[in-house]
């Protein structure tokens, strides 16, 4: 309280003529109000200065949850786990057997159901990526992806074969 008031300007109540007394009591009031006036400023300065480290909280937290939030997108997905065999939609394994739409439609691949399957359980040596793809040996080693996942990358294979892929 002390801190608040310390720097409240006195000094403008001069402006009231000091002979008169009702002046006086109006300067007296003024004073009063000008005090709860500083000490409502201090509250606020108080709340002022935590409230960017609240804002950065907040921030923060947000920050944190937006993985697990926010699933990745079908390329980043593809990127990650399909580009290593099938850079630009190619098959570097089996000539045959890439994504392209020609390719696709004589394998009997052209429908997202068929290529969920097939990302799901694999085929030949192309390792399967779903939750429960078994046996093991004819599965992926690494993370295995969620449903939703193998759902967004079927599409995401059959809407590039559809537009040609990018040239290789
Ligand atoms: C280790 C290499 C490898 C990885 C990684 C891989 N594939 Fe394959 N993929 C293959 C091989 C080999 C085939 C051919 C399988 C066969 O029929 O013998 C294939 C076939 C396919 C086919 C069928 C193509 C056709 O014309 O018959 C699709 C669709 C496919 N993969 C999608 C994917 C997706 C999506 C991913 C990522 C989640 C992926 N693959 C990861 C090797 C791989």
Known sequence: M???TAGVPHGRCCAFRPGARRAS???????DRREDAAAATATQQRVAAVAPWLCRLAAAALVLAAPAAQ???????FERSCSGCHTGGGNIVRRDATLRLE?????????????FDVIYSGRGSMPGFGQ?????????FGPRLADDDIRALAEFVKQNADAGWPPS
Do not use: F, W
């Open 2 to 4: 002390l801190a608040a």
């Open 25 to 31: 009591r109006v300067a007296a009031v003024a004073v």
């Open 71 to 77: 699933a990745d997108s079908p390329a980043i997905v």
């Open 103 to 115: 390719d696709l439609q004589r394998n009997g691949l052209d429908d997202t159901q068929a290529l």
């Open 132 to 140: 429960e793809c078994a046996p093991r040996g004819k599965c992926t």
